[in-house]
């Protein structure tokens, strides 16, 4: 992330924030752009993570065995595929694809105006790395956010267990049998769960690129490289809230047949569910395709949204 120089005023800008004069809905399409790419291009292991997490069998045409969490990702990929076509592996993504670009539009808009703010008035002075600032800005982006992508992220699990389905027509089908709640039964979990994995993400991401990249120059290969790795850690970390947040999502769906997992209208509740059907081990279920997911995922919304950055600076700032 280069230190970059205004041809026209000799000014330097940090390439590391968005020039203070950058029209917002240029901020806001650098973080819709990031969002779509990091959501499509690892779709299918999100939906075998789905499957996994969700211990369901599924029936009428799909494959009558359950997905195990100890079992070789390209081998369960091929098993969804040969019984219920390719296409299932991408269902779902078109609440992707509507939710995501909003929510990561706001979510790095507030993250680049929070962590603005908190440095200091002026913000090519302000130090780069402060762990506890990025995090909290981190934290404020996910809250917003996460409001805003929630009912997709539910709409989109339920669509991932389902045989036939359409993203109006399940929308229509939770809503009328289980009220507009239901889109946010796991909001407070999203929040616990991608507090901590974004205020990681973000100190991680930002840690790792001031040691790799001292110079701070606009480099992809050290974007992606570092976003990888934060994604990965932060995905492992976080994966027993993960299990919490897609039980919490999923229960009322008709493919979800235990009892236990049906009733699962809370944290507390869906966490003791988990527990007593799988025991300890059930809060790492999908631990492999959740990591194999988000480091690629992270990596790519990284590398992605600085690209539309320098994009950005060097349209808007004439900086060369």
């Not at 499509?40 to 997905?67: A, C, E, H, W």
């Not at 989109?156 to 809503?175: A, D, E, P």
């Not at 039964?185 to 001031?210: D, G, H, K, Q, W």
Request: aromatic share 10%.
């Amino acid at each position: 992330m280069s230190i970059l120089e205004n041809v026209g005023t000799g000014e330097e800008i940090d390439y590391e924030s968005l020039p203070i004069n950058t029209p917002l809905a240029s901020q806001l399409f650098a973080g819709a752009f990031a969002g779509v790419m990091e959501h499509t291009v690892m779709f299918p292991i999100d939906v075998l993570k789905t499957r996994i997490q969700s211990n369901v069998t599924l029936t009428n045409g799909y494959s009558n065995v359950l997905l195990k969490t100890n079992s070789n990702v390209i081998t369960q990929l091929t098993k969804i595929t040969t019984n219920e076509g390719f296409k299932s592996l991408w269902k779902g993504l078109s609440s992707v694809l509507l939710g995501a670009g909003p929510a990561h539009a706001v979510y790095f808009a507030t993250y680049e105006f929070t962590k603005s703010k908190l440095m200091t008035e002026n913000a090519y002075s302000s130090p780069r790395w402060n762990p506890l600032k990025i995090a909290l800005s981190g934290a404020s982006a996910t809250i917003l956010s996460d409001a805003l992508l929630n009912p997709f992220d539910t709409v989109k699990q339920r669509m991932q267990i389902s045989k036939n389905s359409t993203i109006f027509g399940m929308t229509k089908l939770i809503y009328q049998k289980e009220g507009l709640r239901a889109f946010y039964y796991s909001y407070p979990t999203t929040l616990a769960m991608n507090i901590p994995f974004v205020s990681l993400n973000f100190v991680i991401y930002e840690t790792s690129t001031a040691f790799l990249n001292p110079s701070n120059k606009y480099n992809p290969y050290i974007h992606c490289l570092c976003g990888g790795i934060s994604g990965a850690t932060c995905a492992a970390l976080t994966t027993p809230l993960d299990c919490i947040k897609t039980v919490l999502q999923v229960r009322g769906s008709n493919n979800i047949s235990e009892p236990i997992l049906k009733n699962a209208d809370t944290f507390a509740k869906a966490s003791r569910a988990i527990y007593k059907l799988n025991g300890y081990r059930g809060f790492l279920k999908g631990l492999k395709p959740r990591v194999i997911a988000n480091m690629p995922a992270t990596a790519i919304s990284w590398t992605a949204y600085e690209c539309a950055k320098h994009f950005f600076l060097n349209k808007n700032n004439s900086i060369i």
